[in-house]
């Protein structure tokens, strides 16, 4: 069983920063696979970010490619999510979510194959 806690959202302005974490218990966080989510009102839930067991193999989405950065601290069992340059239409409440399965490229973008998720944390940017 794992569980996952985000924290680290909030309210910032156009072209500010935000690093959201993700918390996991459970003693198998490093064998999974960790994404990123984001579902903004209205819309559906999509892909943001996600990174292999390792740290070594990451994918993003297009929309924020260059902008965000993917990492986990196993160690620490969390993972994290840089974000910058950040724009309006990055608002969205942010998941975290885990999977045990692989490969990357074709786990990464299907929600059907992460098993667990967090509660998620709400990211507000204003223009």
């Known amino acids: 069983q794992v569980q996952l806690v985000e924290s680290g959202g909030g309210l910032v302005q156009a072209g500010g920063s935000l690093r959201l974490a993700c918390d996991a218990s459970g003693r198998i966080f490093s064998s999974y696979i960790m994404g990123w989510f984001r579902q903004a009102p209205g819309k559906e839930r999509e892909f943001v970010a996600a990174i292999t067991w390792n740290g070594g193999v990451t994918t993003y989405a297009d929309s924020v490619k260059g902008r965000f950065t993917i990492s986990r601290d196993n160690a620490k069992n969390t993972s994290y999510l840089q974000m910058n340059s950040l724009k309006p239409e990055d608002t969205a409440v942010y998941f975290c979510?885990?999977?045990?399965?692989?490969?990357?490229?074709?786990?990464?973008?299907?929600?059907?194959?992460?098993?667990?998720w967090g509660q998620g944390t709400q990211v507000t940017v204003s223009s």
């Open positions: 979510a885990a999977s045990s399965l692989a490969p990357i490229r074709v786990v990464a973008r299907n929600l059907n194959a992460y098993r667990y």
